[in-house]
Every structure is written in C-alpha cells, then in structure tokens.
C-alpha cells in the first residue's frame, strides 16, 4: 500500500505537512461501477482520496488528525474540530466534548461546542471559553457552549459532527 499527503491544489507534500491522505495498491478499488461522479471525487491520477487528514512524521509515521467534511470554515478561517476537542477535553470537570458547524449569516459557518460534564459537575460555559483562550486561537473557541446530558449519535452508534446541531435542536 502507497500513501501519500497532498495539499489543496494536489501537490504533493513533505513531512510534517498536513493534507488530504489518499491511497494507492493492489488492495485498495480501482473505482465504482456507473458512477462517473463519485470516481472524478474520489480518485486522482490513479490514488484514492480516502477524506482524512493527516500528515507524517519524520520517521514516516502517518498521524490521522481528522475529516475534511468535518473541517469548519468560519469566514475563510479553517478550523479543525479535533483540535478544538482535545482541548476542552483536558478539562478537569468535562467528560466529552464535540464541536461542530453551525450556519452564520455573515461567516457561513461557525464554531459551536456541545459538553458532557463529569458526574454532572456545576460548571458555566465562561468558565470552559476562560480555559481554552491561551490554547486556543480567539476565532476557533465556540461562542456558544451547549451543557447536554448526551451527545446524540447515528444510527452506527458514531457521533455525527455533520448535522449535530440539527439534532441538538440549535438549527
């Protein structure tokens, strides 16, 4: 199996640099059958464009850091919802934490966060946005913060970023 990392014009990139990952070799489809579109989608110049992020190291490691129809365009500005995870995660008090698009009539999109609490612990919005500010870039900490018992997941038991808000009764 061949993988390489390519940019957003499909040029290929070095280490340490993050791209769409695709694929390449016997074991992977050559393409699906009576569907010309989703062949022009999901292939180019003969690789398989898997939808990933990611990125590898400088001993060739390959790190998977997250989907790019999950990626957030807030006004221009990329934001990877993964990244804005893994930083509420580590939030003493904060048991889950997904971020996820919600539409903006100005920006097209942007950040919003829904947060499962540890044994439901007392704990405000502000005080979860207070953490984040020297972790993360002022236009990627959510304005909005839902406190939720559950975050709602798919039929699969995967938790869906597309659409969440819609199921969380925000849009």
Not at 43 to 60: A, E, S
Not at 86 to 102: P, R
Not at 106 to 120: H, R, T, Y
Request: hydrophobic share 35%.
């Amino acid at each position: 199996l061949q993988v390489k990392i390519i940019d957003q014009s499909k040029k290929f990139l070095s280490y340490k640099k993050e791209g769409e990952v695709l694929i390449k070799g016997k074991n992977v489809l050559n393409g699906y059958l009576a569907n010309s579109k989703a062949n022009k989608e999901s292939f180019f110049n003969g690789w398989f464009r898997t939808g990933d992020l990611g990125y590898f190291d400088k001993d060739g490691y390959l790190y998977i850091s997250g989907r790019i129809k999950e990626i957030i365009n807030r006004g221009g500005e990329k934001i990877s919802p993964k990244e804005v995870d893994e930083v509420f995660m580590k939030h003493s008090k904060v048991s889950k934490a997904i971020s996820f698009s919600v539409k903006h009539p100005k920006l097209g999109e942007d950040i919003s966060l829904a947060v499962v609490l540890k044994n439901k612990q007392n704990c405000k919005p502000n005080e979860l946005k207070n953490f984040a500010l020297n972790k993360l870039a002022r236009f990627k900490i959510p304005k909005n913060i839902y406190i939720v018992d559950e975050i709602p997941v798919g039929a699969t038991g995967k938790i869906q970023r597309i659409g969440l808000a819609k199921k969380l009764g925000i849009e």
